[in-house]
């Protein structure tokens, strides 16, 4: 590896188009950009929502990788192209090994490679589990805002599933201005719950943290409501417990059963993404026949296109779009390039000229 360099070089020959130089970005360059930003990559992710919206971006569905062997353990595939200002193409390659957990090391790992969309050329390789937990927080704090608008400001928050992703979602519920009187955590593992509740009462702004047995009595107590577990399929079947409407952003998508999605109001990130892979929104296409439960995307809501009932449990199920991780990972990039602290592998393409 180089010194690190000012900026981007290009090593191509004299006369042939520019090659990009190859940049590699770890994952504590990554968090030195991310940190306290929070308000800045909401307002990213939220920009590539619209970008979504208006059809200027492409975002195949993802490829899942299982292993007959290791059934619980999956790599995704997030191919995925941002048109607009920030031009960028790329892929998320992530992994979750739930098994992980018990030997004390997090369950997702993940690099993203931009591409030039110029050349194709890979360049840069980001850790990013960091930018996937950011990007899945900073989505759940502009659903959480713009799907409590119509209805009073939620004050006590719950987590069902009391790991990384929740601690991210707390983070940026808090960074982008929210505070609660009360805070509540669910977790089937006791370890987990306690995990977090420490998190919570060092951060210092989490009001009244109580750590719940079940999940009927944290639902019943909370008006913003986090799924983060790794459920694979549905454990909650009560629409009873939600009759408070409350928002709900239900981010491991797997958790909520048809019955309990039927009795609220659907917000998707993207239609034909989240109606698949087993997610309650899928299980409930496949129970009723049809898309009549959902609502609109979260672009929808932005736009003004549809309006959400305060009078009903409003439900957020994200898919997770590859083209938040290149919005968020081009804004990492282009921070570092700006620092002069890219990390460039000199050399990393050998190859440049066709004939030798
Ligand atoms: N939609 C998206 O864009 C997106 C993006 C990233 C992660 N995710 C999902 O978020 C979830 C959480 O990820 P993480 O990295 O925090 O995982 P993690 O393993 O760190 O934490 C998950 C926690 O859920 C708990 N849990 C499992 N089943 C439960 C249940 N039925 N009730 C209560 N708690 C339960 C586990 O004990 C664990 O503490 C995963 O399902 C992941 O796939 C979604």
């Not at 979750?96 to 050349?119: C, H, K």
């Amino acid at each position: 590896m180089s010194a690190v360099r000012p900026a981007p070089e290009h090593a191509a020959p004299a006369g042939t188009p520019a090659v990009p130089s190859f940049a590699v970005i770890p994952g504590d360059e990554v968090k030195n950009v991310l940190e306290g930003r929070e308000k800045a990559v909401v307002e990213v992710v939220e920009a590539t929502y619209r970008l979504h919206g208006a059809g200027r971006t492409v975002n195949p569905p993802s490829y899942f990788l299982r292993f007959p062997d290791r059934p619980s353990s999956r790599i995704i595939a997030l191919p995925a192209s941002l048109g607009g200002e920030n031009q960028v193409d790329g892929l998320k390659w992530i992994s979750s090994f739930p098994a992980n957990v018990e030997s004390g090391i997090p369950r997702a790992s993940a690099v993203l490679i931009l591409n030039d969309p110029g050349t194709g050329y890979p360049y840069a390789c980001l850790e990013s589990s960091i930018i996937s937990a950011v990007r899945t927080a900073a989505s759940a704090a502009a659903a959480a805002d713009r799907l409590s608008s119509g209805r009073p400001r939620p004050t006590r928050l719950g987590f069902v599933g009391a790991g990384l992703i929740a601690r991210y979602i707390h983070t940026y519920l808090e960074g982008t201005g929210w505070s609660f009187d009360a805070v509540g955590v669910h977790d089937l593992s006791t370890d987990s719950a306690a995990g977090f509740r420490t998190y919570l009462e060092q951060s210092g702004a989490a009001g009244r943290v109580t750590v719940h047995g079940s999940a009927e009595e944290l639902i019943r107590n909370s008006d913003l409501i986090v799924f983060a577990t790794v459920a694979d399929r549905p454990h909650i079947d009560e629409p009873s417990w939600f009759r408070h409407n409350p928002v709900v952003l239900h981010v491991s998508l797997r958790d909520l059963a048809p019955q309990v999605l039927l009795s609220a109001a659907n917000v998707v990130d993207d239609v034909d993404h989240c109606l698949r892979a087993a997610t309650s929104p899928a299980l409930t296409e496949d129970l009723t026949g049809n898309r009549d439960f959902l609502l609109g995307t979260l672009d929808d809501v932005m736009a003004g296109r549809v309006t959400v009932p305060a009078d009903r449990p409003v439900v957020f199920s994200p898919f997770g779009l590859g083209v938040l991780d290149l919005a968020v990972g081009k804004f990492v990039y282009e921070e570092v390039a700006r620092s002069g602290e890219l990390r460039i592998i000199d050399n990393f393409f050998h190859e440049l000229r066709r004939h030798g």
